[in-house]
């Protein structure tokens, strides 16, 4: 009884509209006998980058028009310009973690002005939530230099950069001042397994 209920794919998804990052995607599900249609989000993947010195984490604040406010965040982006670059990665079969790891770098310099010398990815979150497909690839950098050309923020772009020890990013982790939910979880994962994992304050 339960099995008639699992829905199952009928044909290829429809995009029902592209933009210049997000498509919407309709689907139909065979349930039973009957046919419905679920409504999904793609959107181009994204980087964020634990820099890491000394018991400390370079952390952004950063002015973000969707919420109308400064945020604390990772430095980070997108991995690819636009949704077609994607949607083509996608159909090229291209090594989506190498890619990942190119504009990882990319960004480290762009936000901070930092050149990454030792960077290695440390999670994939594959959702931003039920019905949106996006993944967010996450790294460690615990090696790097300053740039000669410091940062080099694109226009609208307002992005303040500051260490952070580890206990301050604890507190702003759980206090709500990032809003990033999956970039807390990871954060607090990484300071979890490679900080405080023989200690039981955490």
């Known amino acids: 009884m339960i099995n008639n209920t699992i829905p199952k794919p ?104 930092l050149i990454v010398d030792n960077i290695n990815h440390f999670a994939t979150s594959n959702t931003g939530g039920p019905t949106v497909e996006w993944d967010m690839f996450y790294f460690v950098a615990d090696r790097f230099h300053k740039s000669h050309d410091g940062q080099k923020l694109e226009l609208g772009e307002n992005i303040v950069c500051m260490w952070m020890d580890f206990e301050e990013v604890k507190k702003i982790c759980l206090n709500g001042s990032i809003r990033e939910e999956r970039t807390v979880a990871n954060i607090l994962k990484y300071l979890f397994q490679y900080i405080y994992k023989d200690k039981t304050n955490l």
């Open 10 to 113: 009928i044909d290829k998804p429809q995009i029902k509209y592209s933009g210049l990052m997000i498509e919407i995607l309709h689907q139909k599900m065979q349930i039973g006998d009957k046919i419905k249609i679920f409504e999904r989000a793609r959107r181009s993947p994204g980087v964020r980058v634990m820099i890491v010195k000394n018991n400390s984490m370079l952390i952004t604040k950063e002015y973000r028009t969707e919420i109308h406010d400064w945020d604390f965040r990772l430095p980070g982006g997108k991995v690819f310009d636009s949704l077609q670059e994607y949607k083509f990665a996608l159909t090229t079969e291209k090594n989506m973690l190498l890619l990942a790891l190119e504009a990882a770098k990319k960004e480290v310099d762009e936000e901070t002005g």
